[in-house]
């Protein structure tokens, strides 16, 4: 440590700048596949349609 009276030991460093990594691997493609699927089933189920029969609606999931 310095010992001058004058001149105080720092307390902090500098800050060094924080980067994003590329990330891969088998769990990174597993987490691609599953969202892929997921959202492909929340935007297309409205679009089945399903006989209830006379006077009911035939969206198969409401």
């Given at each position: 440590?310095?010992?001058?009276?004058?001149?105080?030991?720092?307390?902090?460093?500098?800050?060094?700048?924080?980067?994003?990594?590329?990330?891969?691997?088998?769990?990174?493609?597993?987490?691609?596949?599953?969202?892929i699927?997921?959202?492909?089933?929340?935007?297309?189920?409205?679009?089945?349609?399903?006989?209830?029969?006379?006077?009911?609606?035939d969206?198969?999931?409401?």
């Amino acid at each position: 440590m310095n010992s001058s009276p004058d001149k105080a030991p720092k307390l902090y460093a500098a800050r060094d700048p924080i980067f994003p990594r590329r990330v891969s691997g088998i769990f990174r493609r597993l987490k691609w596949a599953l969202m892929i699927f997921t959202l492909g089933v929340y935007y297309l189920t409205p679009w089945l349609r399903w006989d209830r029969g006379p006077n009911l609606p035939d969206q198969a999931v409401l």
